[in-house]
């Protein structure tokens, strides 16, 4: 067992305590959560509270979560490219391709397999202790906690933002200076697959500024402050600068003019959106120290704005 604890986000004032530890403990179910609110294993500032009860936000929660098998997942032998690891962390850098949690069409090959197979006592926390995601086409550094309390401690440095998280993009369009995003996102009405700017959405927030301008592409380099499903590829696509090779959000795929056969050929070889997650900080939830890794770009990004560059040139 171990005593998660967390602080009731203001902006969740007036909601239910049950709606809240949904969103707060998200990866627990709903109804493990309803059990433990009756079974008095949630204390909020010290206090037994029914599931309906209403929050007035900033009180301390108190969550006595229990650790047992909550994955039925297969372990599989997928090699994991493992950056930094010890007791209570796991950094991987994540491929692109790889799908991070098993779900519908995806029971297998996932990263959550190849950590079972690496880590089988992982299979006693959330989501084997993956506490954030990256899409399937988006490479790059990805933390796993390997204890309980290092899940719970990565999940609230998550909720305060204090966790560093780094992107490097290739988008079309030739931009002149960086900037922010500060748009809501949500589910799209019309397309669950996809996300879109809503008023109703949740608060999002992405930072960006120009690392290398191309004739008619931009390389930037993206800082997220929230951690919104397909954050940085929505709010690109919505002022104007969709990824390359975005697939959802990019457009209709189209050869720019005046392509040549090289750059053609690499444009239809580059299968994902050109979204690398280069830099990953944290506070170790041990040691209570600030640790960072950051990564090159993978060797397809590189191999695409080379061929880029030369197509501008020439």
């Given at each position: 067992?171990?005593?998660?604890?967390?602080?009731?986000p203001e902006e969740m004032a007036g909601k239910r305590l049950d709606q809240c530890l949904a969103e707060m403990f998200s990866e627990y179910s709903r109804s493990?959560?309803?059990?433990?609110?009756?079974?008095?294993?949630?204390?909020?500032?010290?206090?037994?509270?029914?599931?309906?009860?209403?929050?007035?936000?900033?009180?301390?929660?108190?969550?006595?979560?229990?650790?047992?098998?909550?994955?039925?997942?297969?372990?599989?032998?997928?090699?994991?490219?493992?950056?930094?690891?010890?007791?209570?962390?796991?950094?991987?850098?994540?491929?692109?391709?790889?799908?991070?949690?098993?779900?519908?069409?995806?029971?297998?090959?996932?990263?959550?397999?190849?950590?079972?197979?690496?880590?089988?006592?992982?299979?006693?926390?959330?989501?084997?202790?993956?506490?954030?995601?990256?899409?399937?086409?988006?490479?790059?550094?990805?933390?796993?906690?390997?204890?309980?309390?290092?899940?719970?401690?990565?999940?609230?440095?998550?909720?305060?933002?204090?966790?560093?998280?780094?992107?490097?993009?290739?988008?079309?369009?030739?931009?002149?200076?960086?900037?922010?995003?500060?748009?809501?996102?949500?589910?799209?009405?019309?397309?669950?697959?996809?996300?879109?700017?809503?008023?109703?959405?949740?608060?999002?927030?992405?930072?960006?500024?120009?690392?290398?301008?191309?004739?008619?592409?931009?390389?930037?380099?993206?800082?997220?402050?929230?951690?919104?499903?397909?954050?940085?590829?929505?709010?690109?696509?919505?002022?104007?600068?969709?990824?390359?090779?975005?697939?959802?959000?990019?457009?209709?795929?189209?050869?720019?003019?005046?392509?040549?056969?090289?750059?053609?050929?690499?444009?239809?070889?580059?299968?994902?959106?050109?979204?690398?997650?280069?830099?990953?900080?944290?506070?170790?939830?041990?040691?209570?120290?600030?640790?960072?890794?950051?990564?090159?770009?993978?060797?397809?990004?590189?191999?695409?704005?080379?061929?880029?560059?030369?197509?501008?040139?020439?």
């Open positions: 067992m171990a005593i998660l604890t967390a602080k009731i493990k959560l309803q059990t433990w609110i009756k079974a008095g294993r949630v204390k909020v500032d010290q206090q037994i509270l029914k599931a309906r009860d209403k929050v007035d936000g900033g009180e301390q929660i108190e969550l006595d979560a229990e650790a047992e098998e909550v994955l039925e997942y297969e372990a599989e032998d997928i090699p994991l490219d493992i950056v930094f690891e010890d007791d209570s962390i796991l950094i991987v850098n994540k491929p692109a391709g790889l799908v991070v949690h098993p779900a519908v069409g995806n029971w297998q090959g996932t990263l959550v397999n190849a950590l079972l197979n690496h880590q089988p006592a992982l299979n006693t926390l959330p989501r084997a202790g993956i506490v954030h995601r990256l899409d399937k086409d988006t490479s790059g550094l990805l933390m796993v906690a390997k204890t309980l309390s290092a899940h719970n401690s990565l999940s609230i440095q998550l909720q305060e933002r204090s966790i560093t998280r780094e992107y490097l993009a290739l988008v079309k369009g030739w931009m002149t200076a960086g900037g922010t995003v500060d748009e809501p996102l949500g589910r799209h009405p019309a397309d669950r697959i996809k996300h879109t700017v809503r008023e109703d959405g949740k608060h999002a927030v992405t930072h960006y500024r120009l690392e290398r301008r191309l004739k008619r592409n931009t390389l930037i380099r993206v800082k997220l402050e929230t951690g919104r499903t397909h954050q940085i590829r929505v709010h690109m696509a919505y002022i104007g600068y969709p990824l390359v090779g975005d697939p959802v959000y990019g457009g209709r795929f189209q050869m720019p003019a005046n392509c040549s056969e090289e750059l053609e050929l690499t444009l239809r070889a580059f299968k994902r959106q050109a979204l690398h997650a280069t830099k990953l900080g944290l506070q170790h939830p041990k040691t209570n120290e600030y640790c960072e890794w950051e990564l090159d770009m993978p060797e397809d990004m590189v191999k695409l704005i080379k061929a880029i560059e030369k197509n501008d040139l020439d």
